[in-house]
């Protein structure tokens, strides 16, 4: 029988950055060294600068373990991602089908080489009260952080469940003529980011950037400045395209440098 969750996700904002940059990173899946050579090709500072990612840290990758051990460092935030949210299920409210689907079916076999009860005081220390959602005073804007969608088309209005599972605002993201998903383009913040759905390349919904590239396939994670988003969502809501396609910033220091294709 599924336990009640025993921990509350809430919704945080943090302050401006007022001596360094910020930056924001896709979906890490474990991929800690090639995050670490991404940061060293932007010319990251964890002195001053500050690294925001949409969730999913652990999972498929080879380096869960040390992607979760980020979140102890300060100049690293996230927002729960639907597989932290199910190692949470599965080692804390101890739901067994969920620990079962996760190891076999979610990558989630690495949490038989860990140390048991240092894994514990780490989730207990650092995942129990991962934020659903992070807002960001970034410029002139704000941008906000969620895993898969604002579901509800309305920053403020979240959803646990549906806003960390979501799949339909990446739907027919390549058709020129779809609809734009009511969770793409997201009243009462300036622009969102957003991960869970891999795509090949980061695009552009209404004001909404989807920014996993595939790390849980082995692919560097992208890295973003905050300043981009605002820029390219400001750039694509003054055009009539359903969505905007931009080249990859694996190996770009300034947003300004992305290619539209």
């Known amino acids: 029988m599924t336990q009640p969750k025993q921990r509350f996700h809430g919704n945080r904002t943090v302050s401006a950055n007022t001596t360094g940059q910020d930056y924001v990173v896709g979906d890490l899946h474990g991929q800690l060294d090639l995050l670490f050579e991404t940061l060293f090709t932007v010319g990251f500072r964890p002195d001053c600068d500050r690294l925001f990612c949409v969730g999913d840290l652990i999972d498929r990758g080879p380096r869960s373990l040390g992607c979760l051990e ?20 599965a080692l804390v409210n101890q739901d067994a089908s969920t620990y079962l689907h996760w190891i ?28 659903l959602t992070i807002s960001v005073p970034c410029g002139r804007g704000t941008v906000g952080l969620i895993h898969a969608a604002v579901t509800s088309g309305q920053w403020g209005v979240f959803d646990h469940d549906s806003d960390i599972w979501n799949r339909r605002i990446a739907r027919d993201r390549h058709d020129p003529d779809a609809s734009l998903p009511t969770e793409a383009q997201v009243d009462g913040i300036d622009a969102v980011v957003v991960g869970h759905n891999v795509t090949p390349a980061p695009f552009v919904r209404g004001n909404t950037l989807s920014l996993d590239t595939g790390a ?17 969502v400001s750039q694509h809501l003054t055009t009539d395209k359903a969505q905007t396609f931009y080249g990859s910033l694996h190996r770009e220091p300034l947003g300004h440098s992305l290619n539209c294709f």
């Open 70 to 89: 980020l979140l102890a460092d300060p100049w690293f935030f996230a927002v729960l991602g639907n597989h932290e949210d199910m190692m949470l299920d």
């Open 104 to 131: 076999e079916n979610c990558g989630g076999e690495w949490v038989r080489d860990v140390d048991g009860g240092y894994l514990s005081r780490l989730i207990k220390n650092h995942c129990l009260t991962l934020p």
């Open 216 to 232: 849980a396939s082995g692919n560097p994670p992208t890295v973003w400045p905050l300043e981009a988003v605002l820029d390219v």
